[in-house]
């Protein structure tokens, strides 16, 4: 079974601070890496996704790094916000052998923004 | 509002109950995913049906099962429940599986077995 490692569980961070969340995985054989974010009593919704022909993605105050060698990447959240309080998941896309793909998330990340 | 519909949103049932989870999606997607949501752990995936076919089954208890009878439309059949099996179950759709890019999720349907 694929696995991807997220950390920290849980992240607390005041009002304007930087949210970073790191992911790690084992295999290569992935080819999209999306972030969810879900907020209390709603289904995971796409935030932001990065291909590993980049090393960084920016949108907004969300970047995605990704390091390909290290097998890792990463979340920062730049003026963190009481809004943007909730969990946070990572994703790696494994091609399937039965001719199709599909997401292995990881554990998620608790995120709250003190004011 | 995501365009994938879940009912009910909670469910209670006693181990010997049946009962079944309704999705519904409106994006015209060709494939359906069931997840399974439990505290501090990954999201599990449990089914994936595309163009109404099932081609994943995540090695889930026979006590689950699935059922889409069009496109727009995806069941989970629960009975013989056991407590563990209490978690939040998470429906989603996509364009399809063999190129899944963005998951749009329901909201869940959070189930208590007692």
């Known amino acids: 079974q694929q696995q991807v490692k997220q950390s920290p569980q849980s992240l607390i961070v005041q009002k304007g601070g930087i949210s970073i969340i790191n992911c790690a995985y084992e295999?290569?054989?992935?080819?999209?890496f999306p972030w969810y974010q879900q907020f209390p009593g709603k289904g995971p919704a796409l935030l932001i996704a990065?291909?590993?022909?980049?090393s960084e993605k920016k949108e907004g105050r969300f970047t995605i790094s990704f390091n390909k060698s290290a097998k890792q990447f990463s979340l920062h959240i730049m003026d963190s916000q009481p809004g943007d309080s909730a969990t946070y998941f990572c994703?790696?896309?494994?091609?399937?052998?039965?001719?199709?793909?599909?997401?292995?998330f990881g554990a998620g990340t608790r995120l709250a923004v003190h004011p | 509002e995501t365009g994938v519909t879940q009912t009910p949103r909670h469910l209670v049932m006693g181990m010997t109950n049946k009962k079944s989870l309704k999705c519904e999606q409106h994006?015209?997607?060709?494939?359906m995913y069931w997840y399974k949501q439990s505290a501090k752990k990954p999201l599990e995936l449990m089914f994936v049906?595309?163009?109404?076919?099932?081609?994943e089954n995540n090695s889930v208890p026979s006590r689950f099962s699935p059922e889409c009878p069009n496109s727009s439309h995806l069941f989970l059949h629960l009975h013989t429940l056991q407590p563990e099996d209490s978690a939040l179950y998470l429906c989603?759709?996509?364009?399809?599986?063999?190129?899944?890019?963005?998951?749009?999720f329901g909201e869940g349907s959070r189930l208590t077995v007692l």
């Open positions: 994703a790696i896309r494994f091609w399937f052998s039965g001719g199709y793909n599909k997401l292995i």
């Open positions: 295999n290569t054989a992935f080819d999209y």
């Open positions: 990065i291909r590993p022909d980049v």
């Open positions: 994006l015209g997607h060709n494939a």
């Open positions: 049906y595309s163009l109404e076919e099932r081609v």
């Open positions: 989603a759709s996509s364009q399809g599986p063999k190129v899944p890019g963005e998951l749009f």
